[in-house]
């Protein structure tokens, strides 16, 4: 089994920054992605980005480029979401997942673990 925690929500004003932790422990695998994924009020979990533990450049939606960045720490098993300028429609619980391929899918289903989520809200 894979657990997933994520910490570093909160409420903040808009054009502020944050930075979502998700720390991995358990069972380990040689290929695999992680996602981060977020759900607003009365909206589906969408993808938000990801980065393949194999390297190369992580893959981010479209609201979000340029204002979120996605790293990781191979040491402490842990990814990380950059969030600058944040905006009230960023305001969603959100959530790391990791899936079992190489390469990073945008798709929720092929996720096979997922975190509790952390709440974020953005003011205006």
């Known amino acids: 089994q894979v657990q997933l925690v994520e910490s570093g929500g909160g409420l903040v004003q808009a054009g502020d920054s944050l930075r979502l932790s998700c720390a991995a422990s358990g069972r380990t695998f040689s290929k695999y992605a992680m996602g981060w994924f977020r759900q607003g009020p009365g909206n589906q979990r969408e993808f938000v980005g990801g980065?393949?533990?194999?390297?190369?450049?992580?893959d981010y939606a479209d609201s979000v480029e340029g204002r979120f960045t996605i790293s990781r720490d191979n040491v402490k098993n842990t990814v990380y979401l950059q969030m600058n300028s944040l905006k009230p429609e960023d305001t969603a619980v959100y959530y790391c997942?990791?899936?079992?391929?190489?390469?990073?899918?945008?798709?929720?289903?092929?996720?096979?673990?997922w975190g509790q989520g952390t709440q974020v809200t953005v003011s205006s």
């Open positions: 997942a990791l899936s079992r391929t190489d390469w990073i899918p945008t798709l929720r289903r092929l996720y096979d673990y």
């Open positions: 980065i393949a533990w194999s390297g190369g450049r992580p």
